[in-house]
């Protein structure tokens, strides 16, 4: 690690590769699945679970994500809604 902490800024990281799990939801369904992220679109993340692959909305869905380092970060899905590339530019006062 660079010792530059992405805890702090992993909205403007690539979600893809990270492992992700959905702590909360508006579909209770979706509650609890985890796996890889493969994908991810404007409104939507794209996880690889034990049970193949899952759409999840991105609003409504609150994420817990697994940095490489092993670090645990707990993100708001409504934070994450724009396209990928937009967000990884943009500037996130607080989150």
Do not use: Y
């Not at 994500?65 to 670090?71: E, M, V």
Request: charged share 35%; proline share 3%; glycine share 8%.
């Amino acid at each position: 690690m660079d010792g530059h902490d992405r805890s702090k800024d992993i909205l403007r990281h690539e979600l893809i590769g990270l492992r992700a799990a959905v702590a909360k939801s508006t579909d209770r369904n979706a509650v609890g699945l985890s796996g890889e992220v493969i994908d991810e679109t404007r409104n939507m993340l794209f996880l690889m679970t034990t049970k193949g692959r899952k759409s999840l909305p991105k609003d409504g869905c609150t994420f817990i994500f697994t940095l490489p380092d092993g670090r645990r970060v707990t993100v708001l899905g409504s934070l994450l809604v724009s396209r990928p590339e937009d967000r990884v530019k943009k500037r996130q006062k607080t989150w």
